[in-house]
C-alpha cells in the first residue's frame, strides 16, 4: 500500500485536502470514496482504519477533508449539509480525471448520509456504505439541540461538537432540515450495505432500520456488535473494511477482476511503516506480517506461518490425491505444524551458526475407514509432497534489481 498525499478544487474553488490510498495492484479492483463524520477529518483513525484496510484488499481510497475541515481551504462556518454532499460529487470528478471514477462510496456518520445523496448524482457508482449513519440528516442538530433555537433566531451560534467549537448559521441547519433522504433512497437503484452497532449512544440503531426498510434491493445490514459510533476499536474499524471488500465481490463490477503481477507467479510488497506485506497472486490477495511484540501490526501469518502453511497445504492435497487414486475412505486430513532451530547430531562446535539446522515437526491427523497399513502409506506420501520435496532440494534464490 502505498498512501499519496493529493488535493482538488472543489466547485467553490476551494482546494481540498486528500489522501489516496493507493493498493499492492497498480491498477486497482475499483476506485472507492470515504466520507468522514460531521465534522471530522481524513486524520480521523476510523478513517485511516477502514481506509487500509480496504486498500489490503485491493480497493484504491480517496478519503478528504471537507470544506473548512482539516487541512482544505475555506471556512466550515459557511458551508452547510448541501455543499459537503458537492465536495463528494467533486471527489468523484477528480478521481475520474486523474484515474477512474469511484464505483464506491463508504460513508460514517453523517457522512454516510451524504454518501447517499452523492451516490444518486454520480452515474458511475454502483454501491453505497453506511455505518452508523442517521436516517434523516438533521439528526445531526441532536448533537447541539441547545443551540439551534438560538441559531435560528440570531442567524448564527458557536456550538461545541466532540470537544471541537464550531460556528453555525441558521442555512445549515435549514439545509439539514429540508433533505428528503430517505425518500431519495427509495428512488435510487445502486447497492447498499448499512454497518450499525446496537450500542451506538450517537445515532441509535433505529435509523439503521429505517434506511433499510427505504432502500431497494440488493440491500444488506451489518451489525457491529459492542462497537461504539467513532469505531475506537481498531478491530471493529478493520472488521468494517474486510466486509466492504467481500461484500463488494457480489455487487460491484470490478471486483473479482484478477490482480496484476507483472507477468509473475507471485507479487509482495511493504505496507506502510511497519512489517505489513501485501500479497498477490494472479488470482488472490494475502497479508503477511510480524506480531505487534515484534514491531508488527499483527494484522497476518509471519513469513514462516506461511511456510508452515505451504507445507502443509501440499501434504493435505498430495494425501487426497493419492487416496482419491487409490479409491481409500479418506475422510479428511488435519496437519499440525510447528518450525524451530536444533543443532545438527554430529556438529564439533555447537556455538556456530552452521551448527543449527530448521526442524518442522507435522503431526497428521487421519480420518476415514482406513487400516494401519493404509495410514502407514499415507504417513510415507506425505514426505514426498512436492513443498517437502522442494524444502530437500538443494535451494538457490536469485536477486536482482528492477
Known amino acids: 500500500m502505498k498512501i499519496e498525499k493529493v488535493s482538488f478544487e472543489n466547485k467553490n474553488g476551494f482546494q481540498l485536502s486528500a489522501r489516496l490510498y493507493h493498493p499492492l495492484d497498480e491498477i486497482p479492483r475499483f476506485y472507492a470514496i470515504f466520507a468522514h463524520c460531521f465534522t471530522c477529518s481524513k486524520n480521523f483513525s476510523a478513517v485511516s482504519n477502514i481506509s487500509d484496510a480496504l486498500c489490503r484488499e485491493g480497493i484504491a481510497v480517496l478519503s478528504f477533508d471537507f470544506t473548512g475541515l482539516g487541512n482544505s481551504e475555506g471556512d466550515f462556518e459557511d458551508t452547510d449539509f448541501s455543499s459537503n454532499v458537492q465536495d463528494l460529487i467533486d471527489a468523484a470528478k477528480y478521481l475520474e480525471e486523474h484515474f ?29 456504505v453506511t455505518i452508523g449513519s442517521p436516517a434523516k440528516a438533521d439528526h445531526a442538530t441532536k448533537l447541539f439541540k441547545d443551540q439551534v433555537d438560538t441559531i435560528k433566531e440570531k442567524g448564527s451560534a458557536k456550538v461545541n461538537i466532540g470537544g471541537k467549537s464550531f460556528y453555525l448559521k441558521k442555512e445549515f441547519v435549514e439545509d439539514l432540515e429540508q433533505q428528503k433522504l430517505l425518500q431519495v433512497l427509495k428512488d435510487m437503484r445502486k447497492s447498499i450495505l448499512i454497518f450499525h452497532s446496537p450500542q451506538d449512544e450517537i445515532v441509535d440503531i433505529s435509523n439503521a432500520a429505517e434506511l433499510y426498510q427505504a432502500a431497494y434491493h440488493p440491500k444488506s445490514f451489518i451489525s457491529l456488535d459492542q462497537a461504539d459510533h467513532l469505531l475506537n476499536d481498531v478491530s471493529d474499524s478493520q472488521y468494517v473494511g474486510q466486509m466492504i471488500s467481500s461484500w463488494s465481490d457480489r455487487y460491484l463490477t470490478k471486483a473479482s477482476e484478477s490482480h496484476d503481477t507483472k507477468g509473475h507467479q507471485v507479487k509482495v510488497r511493504l505496507s506502510g511503516k511497519h512489517y505489513t506485506s501485501e500479497i ?42 493419492y487416496a482419491e487414486r487409490k479409491k481409500w475412505d479418506l475422510k479428511e ?48 506420501i506425505a514426505n514426498r509432497c512436492p513443498v517437502h520435496r522442494t524444502l530437500h532440494e538443494e535451494i538457490v534464490v536469485e536477486t536482482k534489481l528492477l
Open 100 to 128: 477512474e471514477a469511484p464505483e464506491l462510496l463508504v460513508g460514517h456518520s453523517l457522512g454516510g448520509a451524504a454518501s447517499i445523496l452523492a451516490a444518486d448524482q454520480i452515474e458511475s457508482v454502483l454501491g453505497v
Open 280 to 321: 498477490k497472486t494472479p488470482d488472490h490477495h494475502l497479508v503477511a506480517d510480524e506480531p505487534t511484540d515484534l514491531g508488527g501490526k499483527n494484522l497476518g501469518p509471519t513469513p514462516y506461518d506461511l511456510l508452515m502453511a505451504a507445507l502443509g497445504a501440499c501434504t493435505v492435497m498430495t494425501l487426497k490425491m
Open 333 to 380: 486430513v488435519t496437519v499440525y505444524l510447528d518450525h524451530d532451530k536444533v543443532h545438527k547430531k554430529d556438529s564439533e562446535d555447537v556455538e556456530k551458526p552452521e551448527a543449527k539446522v530448521s526442524r518442522f515437526s507435522r503431526a497428521l491427523k487421519i480420518e476415514g475407514k482406513l487400516d494401519d497399513e493404509q495410514l502407514k502409506r499415507l504417513v510415507e
